[in-house]
């Protein structure tokens, strides 16, 4: 069976994902509302800015899948980074926004007990958007994306945020001088958003900033790199990350008797050897030395 192209696979998902926030958004909305729950209006809030993100990922998907041009000779995957981040600002906001409401809300009169209705609606979000979270991570993962794994984080960070709204309204409605919990659950609610936030902003920072492979990757690619006939060592192997993969720089020392033709031959090799089966590899450039022993290096 033929495997859909990665921007399919990435589209389908995240569509997946838009259809089942709006449900979702609509029917806490309607609960929290109904069942007079600031906790589940709160959680309603953050499926709705779950759904903004998937709109931002389908149109960004359309920019940073593009072939590399005369103007962007590396690709554009630096787009996917970028609305990786935005979707991390928008989770933060969407924290602050909540939190400080509830801070306000505390400090109030005393609010009315929520109805064991409103208990419905984290509970349903608990469910589908832990099936959305595994699902959409395993397709991110499958195709490296960096966004679309952000953006199931967004799905578990809304998962997770429903158990302590819905423990919070199960608490309060049954005892109403409980009724404080809805907006302390709120609260919790908006850290946890906060907490996905970062953890989400901190590797894209890290890229916008090329931070380098993992000891461990640099290990495999040096083992593969001098595995390759011909090469005698390896050295100044640097990595910097680009979207879904690693562009990979280093110089090959090779015999120096040997022909331009045939130490070309060998920078294919190396090549192929790292684009095929190095760590997430998505670029090789190669400079080829003469292997001298006693050479100082420079």
């Not at 998937?54 to 962007?72: M, N």
């Not at 423990?167 to 958003?193: C, Q, R, T, Y």
């Not at 790199?225 to 990979?248: D, E, K, M």
Request: glycine fraction near 6%; hydrophobic fraction near 45%; include cysteine.
């Amino acid at each position: 069976m033929n495997q859909k192209p990665s921007s399919e696979q990435a589209r389908d998902i995240t569509i997946i994902g838009l259809v089942v926030n709006l449900i979702l958004s609509a029917v806490k909305f309607a609960l929290g509302i109904l069942g007079r729950s600031q906790a589940v209006v709160a959680d309603a809030v953050h499926s709705l800015s779950d759904m903004g993100t998937d709109l931002l990922v389908l149109i960004g998907l359309k920019y940073w899948s593009a072939p590399a041009d005369e103007r962007h000779p590396y690709g554009h995957q630096r787009i996917e980074t970028v609305v990786t981040l935005i979707i991390s600002a928008a989770l933060a906001a969407v924290a602050f926004g909540l939190g400080w409401r509830e801070i306000k809300h505390l400090g109030g009169e005393p609010s009315c007990p929520p109805l064991t209705i409103a208990v419905f609606g984290p509970l349903l979000s608990i469910f589908a958007k832990e099936l959305l979270f595994r699902r959409t991570r395993v397709v991110g993962q499958r195709i490296h994306s960096s966004a679309l794994i952000a953006n199931a984080w967004h799905h578990r960070s809304d998962a997770l945020s429903s158990i302590p709204a819905f423990v919070a309204v199960l608490a309060a409605s049954a005892n109403p001088k409980w009724a404080f919990l809805d907006s302390v659950g709120a609260l919790i609610v908006s850290i946890l958003i906060l907490k996905v936030a970062w953890d989400i902003a901190a590797p894209a920072l890290s890229e916008l900033m090329d931070h380098g492979a993992t000891k461990e990757d640099l290990q495999h690619m040096t083992e593969l790199a001098q595995s390759v006939p011909g090469v005698c060592s390896i050295h100044r192997l640097r990595t910097r990350r680009v979207g879904s993969g690693w562009f990979v720089d280093l110089h090959a020392e090779v015999d120096p008797e040997m022909t331009v033709r045939e130490s070309h031959d060998i920078a294919n090799a190396l090549q192929n050897k790292l684009l095929e089966e190095g760590p997430s590899v998505a670029d090789v450039t190669i400079h080829i030395e003469p292997n001298e022993p006693n050479k100082q290096e420079l």
